[in-house]
């Protein structure tokens, strides 16, 4: 069955540095999601792709697909504390199919 | 607009014992899902409703876990008997349409089986 893997799984960082989360799938996507999951708290979305190649910006956050649509990743430009938490990528294999999600990478900020 | 609702928020009991959960999906949401998040791991699907007809239980247990969706409204998660590896965390969601949609979740019920 289709498998969506996350790295790293965690990920400490100061206030202020970058940081990045990578998601592969076994198979091609055709569309990836991704969450956000605050300690103690439940999965909110972030955002949707669906093309090849695509790259969306969210404030200092940035989400881009792979060309092959099996990968993607999302930056993170200058971190704050509120974004600690646990990102996840969630895949979904064909239209109708379920999303599978990965094990997310858990992100800590120093202050 | 009020999100997804479920209860109880936690819940202990001992194996071989029976649970259920409940959920109330956001108005007018016609996907309707229930998952397992075990601690330290992503969500797993266990059941994913459209209205009130299943549309994927590959992954429930259906030895121990059941579910259903009376009215295409509220759902109802049962665990009968419960082992010490159903400790996880039950979520609900639910979405205008099928998992291309944004899935909203409920704030999830705890489990622990001791």
């Known amino acids: 069955g289709q498998q969506v893997m996350q790295i790293p799984q965690y990920q400490h960082v100061q206030e202020g540095e970058d940081f990045t989360t990578y998601c592969n799938s076994s198979t091609t996507l055709s569309n990836i999601q991704w969450y956000k999951q605050r300690p103690g708290g439940h999965p909110v979305f972030l955002i949707q792709l669906v093309k090849s190649g695509e790259v969306k910006k969210q404030k200092r956050l940035t989400f881009q697909f792979g060309e092959a649509k099996k990968n993607s990743s999302l930056h993170i430009t200058a971190t704050q504390t509120t974004d600690v938490g646990t990102y996840f990528c969630?895949?979904?294999?064909?239209?109708?199919?379920?999303?599978?999600f990965g094990e997310g990478t858990q992100l800590t900020v120093n202050p | 607009e009020a999100g997804v609702a479920q209860s109880p928020r936690y819940k202990i009991i001992e194996k071989r014992q029976s649970v259920a959960f409940w959920c109330n999906p956001i108005?007018?949401?016609?996907?309707l899902y229930w998952y397992q998040q075990i601690l330290g791991q992503g969500p797993k699907l266990l059941i994913q409703f459209q209205n009130n007809g299943v549309v994927d239980d590959s992954q429930l247990p259906k030895d121990r876990f059941s579910a259903e969706r009376l009215k295409g409204v509220d759902s109802t998660l049962k665990i009968q008997p419960a082992k010490l590896e159903d400790s996880a965390v039950y979520l609900c969601?639910?979405?205008?349409?099928?998992?291309?949609?944004?899935?909203?979740f409920g704030p999830g019920t705890r489990l622990t089986v001791t």
């Open positions: 108005s007018g949401h016609a996907t």
């Open positions: 969630a895949g979904q294999e064909t239209s109708g199919s379920r999303l599978t």
């Open positions: 969601a639910s979405s205008l349409g099928g998992p291309a949609y944004e899935q909203y």
